[in-house]
């Protein structure tokens, strides 16, 4: 079956030309701020929650980044460490205060 059709992200009752997808999500983004795009192709829409899970299955993924994959990934997944160096008493003025 050939079916030139695909359905929104955002609203599976949308049914769109394959060719207009991309312009379509970019109208209904608007409507649907919550969805995350994922790195590998703007067409999948999902809530954070569930991108990071997605990314590590996306379809596009090995299409896109055949070799740079794990590292994309690793960055998408890993804490970032330079936020605990925000939380260090050291860098916090207040604490500075606090201790006099
Ligand atoms: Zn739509
Ligand atoms: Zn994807």
């Given at each position: 079956m050939d079916d030139p059709f695909v359905s929104c992200?955002?609203?599976?009752?949308?049914?769109?030309?394959r060719s207009r997808i991309q312009a379509h999500i970019v109208k209904c983004q608007k409507k649907h701020p919550t969805l995350a795009s994922c790195p590998y192709n703007a067409t999948h829409r999902l809530p954070q929650s569930e991108m990071t899970e997605h990314v590590q299955q996306c379809p596009s993924r090995s299409a896109i980044f055949p070799e740079h994959t794990p590292k994309v990934i690793a960055q998408l997944t890993s804490p970032r460490p330079i936020l605990q160096r925000e939380y260090l008493p050291e860098t916090d003025p207040n604490h500075e205060i606090w201790d006099d």
């Open positions: 992200p955002y609203d599976p009752s949308h049914r769109v030309p």
